[in-house]
Nanobody
């Protein structure tokens, strides 16, 4: 069974950091671009960041540039999202997704496999 599992979410104070992980089971992530998306209460899901299969291409939403960093360890079949200087507006359920072309973008419809999400809450 092909599955993506996110972990690392939680409650953090403004200015704090979290590292999200996206692990794959049942398939290898090596040939997929991985995107991170998030959905805040009452809002549509939005793209946060992606990394291409060969790690040569990454991109970030304007709202997280300079604060979030995406990386991957193909040996561990895992992609990470390091989130620093978190703000209350970063509160959302964060999802990772796999895009089979390997190039990556922030278009939801291009992603084939999705995880169940992990909650990130930024609050004092």
């Amino acid at each position: 069974q092909l599955q993506l599992v996110e972990s690392g979410g939680g409650l953090v104070q403004p200015g704090g950091s979290l590292r999200l992980s996206c692990a794959a089971s049942g398939f290898t992530l090596n040939y997929y671009a991985i995107g991170w998306f998030r959905q805040a209460p009452g809002k549509e899901r939005e793209g946060v960041s992606y990394i291409s299969s060969n790690s040569r291409s990454t991109a970030y939403a304007d709202s997280v540039k300079g604060r979030f960093t995406i990386s991957r360890d193909n040996g561990k079949n895992t992609v990470y999202l390091q989130m620093n200087n978190l703000k209350p507006e970063d509160t959302a359920v964060y999802y990772c997704a796999a895009e089979p072309l390997g190039t990556g973008d922030l278009v939801e419809g291009h992603y084939e496999y999705w995880g169940q999400g992990t909650q990130v809450t930024v609050s004092s």
